[in-house]
């Protein structure tokens, strides 16, 4: 459905998303009912679907806005770095355990999306393609500044990096220790960085 055109109604709409959003993550999606939403929103139905179109049309607006709040830790840190990459490795690390190991913001409640509504599989799917073209794009300036071979394929490394992410995750969350997601992301950094030059210069391995 379209934005609102007021600034009220865009905060309202936005409390939504957010309060479904903060409980799907908890809670999961299947335990998290519109009544739910509503109460932590402190909204009442007609508003609901004043600005959706039902449970699907909320369920996209999630995935939409844990992507948002991804990419916008992610733009923190300057990726087209080697230390930039490391501080944001270990973000993910720190994240993790400060939210209780409840895994990814996006990752996390994919599963139930797509059990309760197929129709979402092309949002999801374009969420994370959104998310993979931001770390290729941090690939590529590295590629462009040196920082990797000539030969290097960033997209490649963007999607290891990524698949790293959200198995590290998965693992972390499962035995609910951070050491599974270290090793992980020490693993997908390694990758990363065996894509240098073969020849170590001072000019071209900048940090």
């Known amino acids: ?29 299947r335990a998290t009912s519109l009544d739910d939403v509503l109460h ?9 679907y004043h600005y959706f179109s039902g449970r699907a049309d909320l369920l996209a607006a999630v995935v939409d806005h844990q992507l948002q709040g991804i990419l916008g830790h992610q733009s923190r840190f300057k990726l087209d770095t080697w230390s930039g990459l490391r501080a944001w490795f270990e973000s993910l690390v720190e994240r993790q355990q400060g939210q209780d190991y409840c895994g990814c913001p996006l990752g996390s409640l994919v599963a139930e999306l797509l059990a309760e509504d197929d129709s979402l599989r092309d949002v999801v799917a374009a969420a994370f393609a959104r998310w993979q073209q931001e770390l290729t ?21 963007a999607r290891h990096v990524l698949s790293s992410i959200q198995g590290g995750y998965l693992l972390s969350t499962v035995h609910r220790h951070p050491e599974a997601m270290r090793e992980a992301l020490n693993s997908a950094f390694e990758h990363a960085r065996e894509s240098r030059y073969a020849r170590q210069s001072p000019e071209l391995l900048r940090p």
Do not use: H, N, W
Not at 3 to 19: K, L, M, N, S, Y
Not at 145 to 153: D, I
């Open 137 to 157: 794009l941090a690939f590529t300036r590295m590629r462009e500044t040196g920082r990797l071979a000539p030969s290097a394929r960033p997209d490649q490394l």
């Open 1 to 29: 459905m379209d934005q609102p055109r007021t600034a009220r109604g865009r905060e309202t709409r936005d409390a939504i998303v957010e309060a479904a959003a903060s409980l799907m993550y908890r809670r999961g999606v």
């Open 40 to 48: 932590e929103a402190r909204c009442g139905k007609g508003q609901l």
